[in-house]
Structure formats: C-alpha cells, structure tokens
C-alpha cells in the first residue's frame, strides 16, 4: 500500500436482489484518501456479488460494511 497507510474506512451501498452494486457512498473516512477511494471502488469491482438469501429481506438491499486495510510483516 502507498506509503505503508493502515485504516478502515466504512462504506455503504445498495444491490439489486442479483447482486449488482448500484451505488457507493463512503460512509466514515480511514483518514487517508487513497484507501477512501479503494474502499468506494470494491464494491463495484467485485460484482456480481452473491445473490442475498430470500431470508433477507429488501429490493434494493443497502448495507453498511467496514473495509480493513491493514499491513502484515512476517
């Protein structure tokens, strides 16, 4: 990671029942920038994210999720 930054930026976003993203707002900052914009772009690049369970219920669906960024030396 650029400039070894750690943090958790939380963001919320909303998916249709076949797991498309359809929107991504940052919801609290990890104060560094770049894992904000890292954080905000996830969601997107990592659909179509599993259908929800019919157990859940909503259509669209919006969650709010923390996003580790976190360091690991061996």
């Known amino acids: 990671m650029a400039d070894h930054q ?9 998916m249709d029942r076949k797991g498309h993203v359809l929107s991504v ?19 997107q690049r990592a659909q179509p994210l599993p259908a929800p369970p019919d157990s859940v219920a909503g259509d669209p669906i919006t969650l709010t999720v923390p996003v580790e960024f976190y360091i690991h030396q061996n």
């Open 25 to 43: 707002t940052l919801a609290s900052s990890s104060g560094h920038p770049l894992l904000d914009q890292e954080a905000v772009a996830l969601p």
């Open 6 to 14: 750690e943090g958790v930026p939380t963001v919320t976003f909303s």
